[in-house]
C-alpha cells in the first residue's frame, strides 16, 4: 500500500486543494473512497463551493479527455472516487454508505442515507398515482420520486459524471443530463452515455410514504 500517497490524497483534499495523482495499488481505492466521503460529510460540504465544484469538473474533464491510460489504471481509479465525492457532496451522504469497491460502475447500487436525517414532505400519496414521476428539491438534496409496483422510490437528481442537475423527461421516463449525452432512467439506471467509462446509476434515497404522505430522509438543518 502506498501509504506516503495516501496521506498525501487525504491532507490535499481535507485542504480543498485538488489530489495530486500517485501510483495507487488495490488495496488504497477503499481508502480513498472513505477519504472522498468523509470530505463531503463534513459541515458544510453539502454545499460544494463553486471553486472546489470547477476544480472537480476541470480534473474529471482533463481525466477524460486524456486518451493516454494512466500507470496502473489509475485514470479509471480517479475518476470513479471523484464521481463518488460529487454525489457524496450534493447528497450530504454519511461515510457508512461507500462504493462496493471493485464493481463495475454501472453494476454499483447505492443508497445515500444522511446521519441525523430528517424526513421531508415532497407530495401527497394521492398525487403520486403508479407510473408517475416527480421531481423534488430541498436545497442539499434534490431527486425524483416515483410509483412502481405499488411502492414508492427516489433517486439523486444529480448526474453522476460531472454532478449537473439532471431534467426530467415525463413522456419518456427519463433523466437527462443538459452537460453531456447522458441519461438515465427512472429508477437510476444508465440508458445512453458517449463517454468513455460508464458513470455510476444514480444513487438511491431514503423515501417512505407515512400518513398518506411521501417523504424523503435528508440532512437536518444545520447538519
Known sequence: ??????????KDLLSRRRPRPFAAG?????????????????????????????????????????????????????????????????AGAGVEHLVTSGAEPAAQEETLRPENGEWRAVVAGHDLPEGAVLPFDFGAVAGFVQRSGGEVRAVSATCTHLGCRLNLDAPARRLNCPCHRTSFAVDGVVLTHQLPVTPPPLPHLVVREAGGVVEVLVPAAGA
Do not use: K
Not at 34 to 58: C, I, K, N, Q, Y
Open 1 to 10: 500500500m502506498t501509504t506516503r500517497g495516501v496521506r498525501r490524497f487525504v
Open 26 to 90: 488495490p488495496g488504497d481505492e477503499a481508502e480513498l473512497r472513505t477519504a472522498v466521503l468523509l470530505r463531503a460529510a463534513r459541515p458544510g460540504a453539502a454545499a460544494a463551493s463553486e471553486e472546489f465544484v470547477a476544480g472537480l469538473h476541470r480534473r474529471l474533464a482533463q481525466e477524460l479527455g486524456d486518451p493516454a491510460p494512466a500507470r496502473g489504471g489509475n485514470r479509471r481509479r480517479f475518476i470513479q472516487v471523484s464521481s463518488a465525492a460529487a454525489v457524496a457532496a450534493a
